[in-house]
C-alpha cells in the first residue's frame, strides 16, 4: 500500500519561509511526477507546484517565483520550499504522485501538513 506522509508544515508570521517534506514509499517513485495540492475549508483542492520525473517544475501563478518544487530520487521524497508566504498560502497540504494530465494517481489524501499563515 502506497504512504505518502507530508511533514514541515507549521505556523509561521506572513513573510517567512517553510520547507514541507513528502516521503513516500512502495511505488515506483522516480517514473511519476509529483505534485504538492493545498486545500483549506470551504474551498476546493489546487495543485500548487509539480515536477516532472525529468525535474521540470511548474507552478500555478499563486505561488509561482515564491514556492520552489524538487525531488531526491534516492530518498523518495519531494520537497516545497516556500518563500513570502502570505496567509492566503494557510491550507493543509498534500502531496501526490500524478497523471499526466495532472490529476492526482493516488488520491488518498492522508494527513496532510498544516501551513498557517499570520498576517
Known amino acids: 500500500q502506497v504512504q505518502l506522509v507530508e511533514s514541515g508544515g507549521g505556523l509561521v508570521q506572513a513573510g517567512g519561509s517553510l520547507e514541507l517534506s513528502c516521503a513516500t514509499s512502495?511505488?515506483?517513485?522516480?517514473?511519476?511526477?509529483m505534485g504538492w495540492f493545498r486545500q483549506d475549508p470551504g474551498k476546493q483542492r489546487e495543485l500548487v507546484a509539480r515536477?516532472?520525473?525529468?525535474?521540470?517544475?511548474e507552478y500555478a501563478d499563486s505561488v509561482k517565483g515564491r514556492f520552489t518544487i524538487s525531488r531526491d530520487n534516492a530518498k523518495n521524497t519531494v520537497y516545497l520550499e516556500m518563500n513570502n508566504l502570505k496567509h492566503e498560502d494557510t491550507a493543509v497540504y498534500y502531496c501526490?504522485?500524478?497523471?499526466?494530465?495532472?490529476?492526482?494517481?493516488?488520491?488518498?489524501w492522508g494527513r496532510g501538513t498544516r501551513v498557517t499563515v499570520s498576517s
Open positions: 501526490d504522485a500524478l497523471l499526466t494530465s495532472g490529476s492526482p494517481l493516488y488520491g488518498t
Open positions: 512502495e511505488f515506483a517513485f522516480e517514473i511519476y511526477g
Open positions: 515536477i516532472s520525473r525529468d525535474d521540470v517544475p
